[in-house]
């Protein structure tokens, strides 16, 4: 139920504001405070830094990857490891990105591509991912977080 209830905050969020809102609101102080966040989530990834991963991310995370749903101690224990792996070897650069705020919540939306070669394998794919992050007395933390690739 709590997964629902994110689910459907996220889109009304993302509907209420909509891109046109997201793009006017790039140089306000709080957006750059949301991007720091999720490219340092993303620099962590590539550098292979766990702990820095990890401590981005809302001890309530839910993320999406691969068809499947993971918690924090799921992500931790199984697809953290692959992902550091893939971050390190394929680069990935942000084709666009917006960021939606209402109050203490804030979506981040990119579309990215990644190139380059993991475990023997070319890659060259093209990705979109969302972030839903929310603001806790430690400062912005990653709640949810669902890619796709094709």
């Not at 990644?114 to 912005?140: C, Q, Y």
Request: with cysteine; hydrophobic share 40%; aromatic share 6%.
């Amino acid at each position: 139920m709590k997964r629902l209830k994110l689910i459907f905050a996220t889109m009304a969020v993302i509907a209420c504001a909509g891109p046109a809102h997201a793009q006017n609101t790039k140089n306000k102080p709080r957006d750059a405070e949301i991007r720091k966040v999720v490219e340092g989530f993303s620099r962590a990834l590539a550098a292979g830094d766990s702990t820095a991963v990890l401590a981005l991310l809302h001890p309530d995370v839910v993320i999406y990857e691969g068809g499947h749903a993971e918690n924090l101690e799921q992500y931790r224990s199984g697809h953290l490891r692959s992902d550091i792996a893939f971050s390190a070897a394929v680069p990935r650069s942000t084709l666009s990105d917006h960021v939606v705020l209402a109050d203490r919540m804030a979506t981040y939306v990119s579309e990215y591509t990644a190139k380059g070669t993991f475990r023997n394998r070319a890659i060259d794919s093209h990705g979109t991912e969302t972030m839903v992050l929310v603001k806790t007395p430690a400062g912005w933390k990653i709640r949810h977080i669902h890619w796709s690739s094709r």
